[in-house]
T-cell receptor, first 111, second 115 residues
Framework: GEDVEQSLFLSVREGDSSVINCTYT??????LYWYKQEPGAGLQLLTY?????DMKQDQRLTVLLNKKDKHLSLRIADTQTGDSAIYFC???????????FGTGTKLQVIP | GAGVSQSPSNKVTEKGKDVELRCDPI?????LYWYRQSLGQGLEFLIY????????KSGLPSDRFSAERTGGSVSTLTIQRTQQEDSAVYLC?????????????FGSGTRLTVV
């Protein structure tokens, strides 16, 4: 597809794990990113993964990359109310110097 | 500066007026990007600067939109004869030469409302 695709909405209970999925567009993308946007704020880089990796863990965050299917996921362990935000998947398509963003997934954490 | 600074944070303008949005990137970041975020939409790429030149203007929606960057630092996005569909949050980001593992650092955005 032409667009970076994400589901629009995810609701989880506090303490559960959240998994946000993304399908990106370019198999030659070198870096893939997850950004977080809290209400009224700009985007904050959460984590990234280089294309020669298939997993990256950073505290409560785990990123999984499936290059064959162009699928990226972000798992948040022990989800907290402060994790409520919009999460954007992003890639740098091969040959370009700009980041292409998905539509964002709104994560709602229920206390 | 310590972060990417955008001004104004909010702007309400009448249809047909011109507006200027300002972005002050992180000191030393050579790449600067403008994106637009409409309600419920993802980020739409507008334009990218490397130093003072704009290698990629492909995202500018119409000839009413223009941008410049001077001194490899501050950038201004100008929208002439604003229309209601221009209402959105305009986000600026900067990065060292290539985003790579640094990703982008975003400003908090300018919320533009055209009435």
């Amino acid at each position: 597809g032409e667009d970076v695709e994400q589901s629009l909405f995810l609701s989880v209970r506090e303490g559960d794990s959240s998994v946000i999925n993304c399908t990106y567009t370019d198999s030659s993308s070198t870096y893939l990113y997850w950004y977080k946007q809290e209400p009224g704020a700009g985007l904050q880089l959460l984590t990234y993964i280089f294309s020669n990796m298939d997993m990256k863990q950073d505290q409560r965050l785990t990123v999984l990359l499936n290059k064959k299917d162009k699928h990226l996921s972000l798992r948040i362990a022990d989800t907290q109310t402060g994790d409520s935000a919009i999460y954007f998947c992003a890639e740098i398509p091969g040959g370009y110097q700009k980041v292409t963003f998905g539509t964002g997934t709104k994560l709602q954490v229920i206390p | 500066g310590a972060g990417v600074s955008q001004s104004p944070s909010n702007k309400v303008t009448e249809k047909g007026k011109d507006v200027e949005l300002r972005c002050d990137p992180i000191s030393g970041h050579t790449a600067l990007y403008w994106y637009r975020q409409s309600l419920g939409q993802g980020l739409e790429f507008l334009i990218y600067f490397q130093g003072n030149s704009a290698p990629d203007k492909s995202g500018l929606p119409s000839d009413r939109f223009s941008a410049e960057r001077t001194g490899g630092s501050v950038s201004t996005l100008t929208i002439q004869r604003t229309q209601q569909e221009d209402s959105a949050v305009y986000l600026c980001a900067s990065s060292p030469n290539l985003a790579g593992g640094h990703g982008y650092t975003f400003g908090s955005g300018t919320r533009l409302t055209v009435v």
